[in-house]
């Protein structure tokens, strides 16, 4: 199995960068698939990027597509999620997510196996 911890989230002014990361330990961490996704309140958690266990494949939300990137570095055991132009709509949640085993990108929240406790990122205007 896999521990992830998610950082980097808090309050952040409109059309600020951010960037959320997430360190994992256990098992070998350049083995899993990774992904990202929120939830505001009230509502889902929905998916907002994805990124195959070689780094080599990427997924986005259309909603995200252009302002959020993922990136993996698997020397850290860590997986980051770059935020720019944030929009008071990006409040939410964000949870790392991981599953073990699998080569590409996985962007369903059922396919993910082991999840962060979340960071809450506050968007203000």
């Known amino acids: 199995q896999v521990q992830l911890a998610e950082s980097g989230g808090g309050l952040v002014q409109a059309g600020g960068p951010l960037r959320l990361s997430c360190s994992a330990s256990?098992?070998?961490?350049?083995?899993?698939?990774m992904g990202w996704f929120r939830q505001a309140p009230g509502k889902e958690r929905e998916f907002v990027a994805g990124?195959?266990?070689?780094?080599?494949?990427?997924d986005y939300a259309d909603s995200v597509k252009g302002r959020f990137f993922i990136v993996r570095d698997n020397a850290k055991n860590t997986v980051y999620l770059q935020i720019n132009s944030l929009k008071p709509e990006d409040t939410a949640v964000y949870y790392c997510?991981?599953?073990?085993?699998?080569?590409?990108?996985?962007?369903?929240?059922?396919?993910?196996?082991?999840w962060g406790q979340g960071t809450q990122v506050t968007v203000s205007s």
């Open positions: 256990g098992r070998t961490f350049n083995r899993y698939a």
């Open positions: 997510a991981a599953t073990y085993g699998l080569g590409h990108v996985l962007s369903h929240e059922y396919e993910y196996d082991y």
């Open positions: 990124i195959s266990w070689g780094g080599t494949s990427t």
